[in-house]
Each structure stands twice: as C-alpha cells, then as structure tokens.
C-alpha cells in the first residue's frame, strides 16, 4: 500500500473536529447562573480574569446612569447588558487596549439590587424583593409567607409597558400546578384577605367560610357540613347587604342552588322545616 493512499485513509477514518464556541464564552456560560439577569443601577459586580489577577476585580458598583469604571482601562457602560454581554465587551476592551492577547473573561452579579418586585397584603412580610431574573411568583411568595387571613386569589399588577392585571389561584400556585409566571422589574404583587359569607340553621357546621366570585348557595352549604335531617331544603333565605346598608331577604330555591352565586358579606339561613 502506497504512503499516499494510507493517509488518505487515515483521514477518511477521523471525523473532523467540530468547532466549539470561544474557551472565554465557554467559561463564562458554564460559571455564570444568573448570565441573563439584566443588569441594572446599584447591582454590584464581579470581573474575573483567569490568569491575570491584576486585571480582576470586586464589588464594581454600577452606577445612576448605568456605568462601571473597570480599574484603569476603561469606562463601559453596564445597564441594560446581561452578564455575558458585559463580559464580552470586557474582553474586546483589554484586546483593543493591548492589555491581553486572547483573555479569559467572566462577570458574575454579585448583589441584584436594580430590580424589585413588591408584595402587600396578607402576607407575613410585605415589603419589597430583589430578583434575579429566575424568580417565579412563588418563589417570591414563599419568602413573604402567606398571613392566616389570606385569600384564595392572587393578584399581580404590571405596568410595563402598559398596565395588566393577573389572577391566580393561590392553592394551585402552593401545589405546582399553576402554570409558571416570571416576574418582572416593578410588578406589585397584592394577596387579598380572605372574603367570607356565614351559613347558619340547619347545617351540621354553621359559621364564616371564605368564598371566591364562582361560589355557589350549593357549595356553601357543603362547606357547612351540609343539611340537618331537620333542614327545610326546598329552599333557603339569603340576607345581603344593599346599596343603603339594609339587609335584603332573598329567597333562593332548591333547583338554584348549584348556579346562584353567593357574595362576600352574606348569609345563607337554611330554615328548619315545618313538621
């Protein structure tokens, strides 16, 4: 076999390598968790350099109008890059400048301080909360604690770019079926106290129970314990609160019960029937 025909072979036989992305993106990607968090005014940073320490540095504060001063070789602008980006230009940066030939760069957010969601209502600590681009309503939720009189429903508000209003069933969030909702810098997020209505008479547990806008006569009264052997159940009384502050009496008949919806504030009084 000819020399020529074997390392034709031969290079039939290898596969060719497949080019990877740069050793500095590489690095960057595999160290960085939060690489597209945008950053933002007062986020602290950290510039890293692998092999250079002289040209590494800490807690780099971004300031009002977005910029950082990275050491002496130069001022770059931060607000609105995620962390690759920013990295990226740090590298191109100490390559314009003559400062290093093929660098290895990463950033990392030390402290996310730009953006803030805020939490008010029955929780146990209303107040606002720093996140990193990977937080869900629950995860933020979890660190305010639900207060004992919390409601069913939460409410998140966003005015970017225009107002929105979204509603979610707080037990579907708890349970992880809800589906998964990202927050944003600025939404509002307000946990509603429980509304309630009472059911008295002739039920097994009379008393106050939260109520939501698609609650019915019918599940009231199951969540009373349903009807005493004693209860008049071809129809109930329903007492709710008018315009001028009276009570009305309304009268609700059995065949209503699985669609009549009850509002926060009523009472259901189920009659004991006439023996």
């Known amino acids: 076999m000819t020399t020529a025909l074997l ?24 160290s960085n968790p939060n690489a597209e968090y945008v950053i933002g005014p007062q ?22 109008a977005g910029m950082i001063a990275y050491l002496d070789v130069g001022v770059l602008k931060a607000a609105g890059k995620t962390a690759r980006q920013l990295q990226a230009e740090v590298r191109q940066l100490l390559i314009d400048k003559g400062q290093a030939v093929n660098p290895t760069v990463s950033v990392d957010i030390v402290a996310f301080r730009s953006q803030l969601v805020y939490i008010s209502g029955a929780v146990s600590h209303p107040q606002g909360y720093a ?15 639900f207060a004992p ?15 929105q209003e979204f509603w979610f069933d707080r037990h579907a969030l708890e349970n992880g079926t809800a589906a998964s909702f990202q ?54 009384t329903l007492l709710r609160k008018n315009s001028s502050g009276k009570m009305d009496k309304l009268d609700v008949k059995s065949d209503q019960y699985p669609t009549y919806l009850v509002k926060p504030g009523d009472v ?4 004991r029937r006439i023996l």
Not at 52 to 61: G, H, L, T
Not at 150 to 156: E, H, I, K, N, T
């Open 7 to 30: 390392v034709l072979m031969l290079q039939l036989a290898t596969p060719p390598d497949t080019p990877g992305p740069p050793l500095a993106l590489q690095t960057a990607q595999s």
């Open 43 to 64: 986020d602290k940073l950290s510039i890293t350099v692998l092999g250079i320490p002289e040209f590494s540095q800490q807690n780099v504060v971004v300031d009002s």
């Open 131 to 145: 996140i990193t681009g990977n937080e869900t309503l629950m995860n933020v939720l979890a660190q305010a604690g």
């Open 183 to 236: 927050l944003i810098d600025g939404d509002a997020i307000i946990v509603p106290e429980a509304e309630k209505a009472m059911v008295r008479g002739e039920v097994k547990s009379p008393g106050m129970f939260e109520v939501t806008a698609d609650t019915t006569v019918l599940q009231l009264i199951v969540m009373a314990g349903d009807f005493t052997d004693r209860a008049a159940r071809g129809k109930v």
């Open 268 to 271: 259901v009084q189920v009659n």
């Open 149 to 163: 009189t919390a409601g069913q429903r939460v409410q998140v508000v966003r005015n970017k770019p225009a107002r």
